[in-house]
């Protein structure tokens, strides 16, 4: 009982910037690590960028220095800070988090429903 909400892709111009939002909401005891994945058409899904419980982050090389990951743990949500958008970025996007829904279980992985974010040249 764990849903994803994702929000905020759209359509911009090579250059422009976009913020993702992903909300995690139902029966959560805690979430470790976040992250954004996408996929573009024809490709396989990569992992974009990831934030851990503790604020660690890493990232994607291709987009070190332009994208930022966040987290507000009370709120359950991670965001995605795009900066200097390439059309190499076109892709969906989608949330995944690890949560434990009680004390006792183990950590389980949940992902967002996706969101498309295009960029024009």
């Known amino acids: 009982q764990v849903q994803l909400v994702e929000s905020g892709g759209g359509l911009v111009q090579a250059g422009g910037s976009l913020r993702l939002s992903c909300a995690a909401s139902?029966?959560?005891?805690?979430?470790?690590?976040m992250g954004w994945y996408r996929q573009a058409p024809g490709k396989q899904r990569e992992l974009v960028a990831a934030?851990?419980?503790?604020?660690?982050?890493n990232y994607v090389d291709s987009v070190k220095g332009r994208f930022t990951i966040s987290r507000d743990n009370a709120k359950n949500t991670v965001y995605l800070q795009m900066n200097s958008l390439k059309p190499e970025d076109t892709a969906v996007y989608y949330c995944?988090?690890?949560?434990?829904?009680?004390?006792?279980?183990?950590?389980?992985?949940?992902w967002g429903q996706g969101t498309q974010v295009t960029v024009s040249s």
């Open positions: 995944n988090v690890q949560a434990k829904r009680t004390v006792v279980t183990g950590t389980s992985s949940y």
């Open positions: 139902g029966s959560i005891f805690s979430i470790n690590v």
């Open positions: 934030i851990s419980a503790g604020g660690s982050t």
